[in-house]
């Protein structure tokens, strides 16, 4: 009889294991499926190229590339000085709450004629404006920007993962700083080494930056202001207005660079348990969105 019990329990404890890992093996599937690729490893559909002196949609000399299973952004093609081709590939959904990680590599030469501050330096931009209303002779977008630099000189720190804020501010350490670029506390990163990059945001208040799984900065309340950002058009450009959403862009700034693994997770959405599509990770109510 003790026998048979114990041989019960035992059957128990292993089918309470079994129901453990088959539950743990289920929600890692679910985490994993939280985030979209962004990038079909294939073509550019369901991004939008502007580049300065072109208009929207008009991808000069192939600058931003489909190969390899990358975005690749190279001037090969171009003829002449690089003449301040300033463009920007932008994902056609706009987001507010999100969680955004990539990795990219910066590779080759400076293209000639271009700016010295542009050397191994490129970055992706955020709570940009719709490209769409960027007039054909304006170089940055209203966007803030996580900011991608390599080491130049060896003995020489040249942190990655900083903030630029091309007609916008932000409030670092209490305050706006106007500063157009705050650094941030990364190691450099020297040759062309892939570097993994994760953003996060949480509307217009929270927005954090990830290198190589290290938190690197942190600031709140982007939002529409300082300089930079030249000939856009006026009616877009209202200082002070908080930024609670927008558009997410690679840059291309004369320096090739490589992107790939590109994906987001979204962080608005349902909030009610009872509805079927409710997810417990979302930090932004969205009660529209709710299916029952």
């Not at 091309?166 to 570097?195: A, L």
């Not at 962080?267 to 009660?287: E, I, R, T």
Request: glycine fraction near 8%; include cysteine; aromatic fraction near 14%.
């Amino acid at each position: 009889m003790k026998n048979r019990f114990i041989s019960y329990f035992k059957i128990v404890i292993l089918v309470i294991l079994f129901t453990s890992i088959k539950a743990f093996s289920q929600k890692n599937q679910i985490n994993e499926g939280e985030w979209v690729s962004m990038f079909n490893g294939e073509n550019l559909d369901g991004w939008t190229t502007k580049i300065q002196h072109y208009e929207v949609g008009d991808n000069y000399g192939d600058t931003f590339r489909a190969e390899e299973n990358m975005i690749k952004v190279r001037y090969d093609k171009y003829e002449g000085d690089f003449n301040d081709r300033y463009g920007h590939l932008y994902f056609d959904q706009p987001y507010s709450y999100f969680h955004l990680s990539l990795e990219y590599r910066i590779v080759g030469e400076l293209h000639p004629g271009s700016a010295s501050y542009t050397i191994k330096n490129s970055g992706l931009m955020f709570h940009s404006q719709d490209p769409r209303t960027m007039l054909k002779e304006q170089d940055w977008p209203i966007s803030v920007e996580m900011q991608f630099l390599a080491g130049v000189e060896e003995g020489k720190e040249r942190p990655t993962g900083n903030m630029c804020s091309p007609g916008t501010d932000i409030v670092y350490e209490g305050k706006i700083d106007e500063r157009h670029c705050v650094p941030s506390n990364s190691k450099t990163y020297f040759g062309d080494q892939w570097v993994k990059a994760e953003l996060i945001v949480y509307g217009d208040s929270l927005v954090k930056h990830i290198i190589n799984g290290h938190e690197v900065l942190s600031y709140t309340q982007p939002q529409i202001g300082g300089g930079v950002a030249n000939r856009y058009d006026p009616a877009i450009k209202i200082d002070g207005k908080l930024l609670s959403e927008g558009f997410i862009a690679l840059q291309s700034e004369s320096q090739p660079i490589d992107f790939k693994n590109i994906k987001i997770k979204n962080l608005k959405g349902c909030k009610d348990p009872k509805a079927k599509n409710f997810k417990a990770y979302y930090v932004k109510s969205d009660k529209k969105s709710c299916t029952y």
